[in-house]
């Protein structure tokens, strides 16, 4: 059971550059995430998905563009990357939005200079 | 503004010890706490807990919760460097989307 699986797991970008972070579930869960981890900031909520056809923004959306086709994939897309998006970046899934515990992918870490 | 803070942000012990880490909240529509341990990749599940007094226990780590005086401790008795990670505590809100609100982390090395 391979759980959340992210890809590519290292990127590194120029300023203005476009790029899709792939993410996909097999646990069948309806709610999916995606966060980004800075230093000293903890992890902070970029997207969300609470089903097929359904995404919704969350506390840090500018930059970012995210798609929900079927229920196994959750793409995130940096529309024109920029300095201030180098981080690592977490897909998540769960079962449901809230209350039950998010599975986490093993991350992306994006550079861009 | 809903916010979390861990304490202590960083902590070094030695096998054998036990360590408690600290998780505090201010927050509207609290539904839950989560601990996760991330150790260089994915943050891993620990507990979830969503009741006052009832401590949660796996092994040698054990939490409980307090939401009179809205914090939770994460305990690990006789710590092994496997147990060196960082610790990351979140709450969970109603009708926010499923959105966590994660604290800073608490990064404990544990040395033989």
């Known amino acids: 059971n391979a759980g959340v699986t992210q890809t590519p797991k290292f990127q590194v970008l120029k300023t203005g550059q476009s790029m899709t972070l792939q993410c996909a579930q097999d646990m069948n869960h309806e709610y999916m995430s995606w966060y980004r981890q800075d230093p000293g900031m903890g992890l902070r909520l970029i997207h969300y998905?609470?089903?097929?056809?359904?995404?919704d923004q969350g506390e840090v959306p500018n930059g970012y563009n995210v798609s929900r086709s079927t229920t196994e994939d959750f793409p995130l897309r940096l529309l024109s990357a920029a300095p201030s998006q180098t981080s690592v970046y977490f897909c998540?899934?769960?079962?449901?939005?809230?209350?039950?515990?998010?599975?986490f992918g093993n991350g992306t870490r994006l550079t861009v200079t | 503004e809903d916010k979390v803070v861990q304490s202590p942000l960083s902590l070094v012990v030695h096998e054998g010890d036990t360590v408690t880490l600290n998780c505090s909240y201010e927050v509207t529509n609290f539904r839950s706490l989560l601990w996760y341990k991330q150790e260089k990749k994915a943050p891993t599940f620990l507990f979830m807990l969503t009741s006052s007094g009832i401590e949660k226990k796996s092994g040698r780590l054990s939490s409980i919760l307090d939401k009179k005086e809205l914090f939770s401790i994460l305990n690990i008795t006789a710590t092994q460097t496997g147990d060196s990670a960082v610790y990351l505590c979140?709450?969970?809100?109603?009708?926010?989307?499923?959105?966590?609100?994660f604290g800073q982390g608490t990064e404990l090395s544990v040395k033989p």
């Open positions: 998905s609470v089903g097929a056809g359904i995404t």
């Open positions: 979140a709450v969970d809100l109603w009708n926010q989307g499923g959105k966590l609100i």
């Open positions: 998540a899934s769960s079962y449901s939005a809230g209350g039950s515990p998010l599975h």
